[in-house]
């Protein structure tokens, strides 16, 4: 990325002796999608109030298009912001709410109302201009913000959990609106979550965050198929985390032997190493399979399209299965021996103490 859009250099936030967030060093380009992902406290939310210029940072620098924002004032670095409360004034239309930064920067009459009615289709509400947020849905209030974040041209685009104060439907439309409109745009974007679907939905890289700082930056495939540490394993996706020695370019794990297809991940021989299996690749070995893992079927959760098994056996810490609905119907207290492609057979590059 030879010209970043958004250039964060060690850029860390302290509250006295207590750390919000590490240095932290990333590169967004023009026109990406990058989503902070992460738990509460993982330090997402006070980077992205520093980008903003909502919080002073407390070391580092932060650049916009090549030139340095760090010490601006939010209301100067042209970057629009949609809050997870909407944020919007009570007392003013729809129209005037997505007007508010342009009267800001004394656009005049006709450039404001030509630009916000582009921006009021867009999100598909340019009949209600005239109504007050109280008239609107909370999915309405919110297409309301990002119009507003939008109206001026911002070169930057931050999002804080705008969709966690939604229902899970309306999350999951508005999902599809923001990939939508994204495409649409070609605005650079900064999204904060701790929604997992999302971020792996509207995604280009996902910065995943744990404890203040920066755990895998990667595209949402490789964070899911290739993660790094067992924290990134466990937080994207349900994960199988099984302990093992290397033993001849293979995992031992009891009595047992897995191969992998990412030796390159392993560390030397007779070391730790913990694998990652995902609950959906495992299958059940059939005649002409070598059974890698015997277990016996303790818990079944049937959820409809699919059934989750859960599989005591040689590993301390047992194995959860993701079959479809309509497969083979397993009982608890059925013995079962599984198989797993040695592609699907993970190490974490990371987890070795």
């Not at 999608?33 to 980008?51: D, H, R, V």
């Not at 999350?171 to 409109?181: A, G, Q, V, Y």
């Not at 302990?243 to 794990?253: M, T």
Request: aromatic fraction near 4%.
């Amino acid at each position: 990325m030879t010209h970043p859009k958004l250039d964060i250099r060690s850029v860390a936030k302290r509250y006295g002796e207590a750390i919000a967030l590490s240095p932290t060093s990333l590169q967004v380009g023009a026109g990406e999608f990058l989503t902070l992902l992460g738990p509460s406290g993982s330090g997402k939310t006070t980077l992205l109030m520093m980008i903003a210029g909502l919080t002073e940072t407390s070391g580092g620098e932060i650049l916009l298009d090549g030139q340095e924002i760090t010490r601006k004032p939010a209301y100067r670095r042209e970057i629009g912001v949609v809050f997870q409360n909407y944020a919007l004034f009570p007392h003013l239309s729809v129209f005037e709410n997505v007007a508010f930064p342009l009267r800001m920067r004394k656009r005049s009459e006709s450039e404001l109302k030509s630009a916000v009615g582009r921006a009021l289709e867009l999100v598909r509400l340019g009949h209600l201009a005239g109504r007050l947020p109280r008239e609107l849905s909370g999915g309405q209030q919110q297409r309301v913000a990002f119009a507003r974040a939008i109206v001026f041209d911002p070169q930057l685009v931050l999002m804080d959990e705008p969709l966690g104060a939604l229902d899970k439907k309306l999350r999951d439309e508005l999902k599809l609106e923001i990939r939508k409109l994204h495409a649409e745009l070609k605005k650079t974007i900064v999204y904060v979550t701790h929604d997992q679907d999302e971020a792996m939905l509207l995604s280009d890289r996902v910065c995943l965050m744990n404890e203040a700082r920066v755990e895998q930056i990667d595209t949402p495939a490789a964070l899911y198929e290739r993660p790094r540490t067992r924290f990134a394993a466990g937080f994207v996706g349900e994960s199988n985390l099984i302990d093992g020695i290397v033993a001849g370019g293979r995992i031992r794990i009891g009595d047992q032997l897995l191969a992998t297809a990412h030796g390159d991940r392993l560390p030397a021989e007779g070391k730790p190493v913990t694998v990652l299996i995902r609950p959906e690749r495992l299958r059940f070995a059939g005649t002409s399979d070598v059974a890698q893992l015997q277990g016996k079927v303790v818990d079944v959760i049937d959820l409809g399209a699919v059934r989750r098994l859960s599989i005591a056996g040689d590993l301390a810490a047992g194995l959860t299965m993701t079959v479809l609905g309509g497969g083979r119907p397993v009982e608890v207290g059925s013995d079962v021996a599984l198989t797993i492609a040695p592609e699907d057979v993970v190490p974490l590059t990371q987890c070795v103490p």
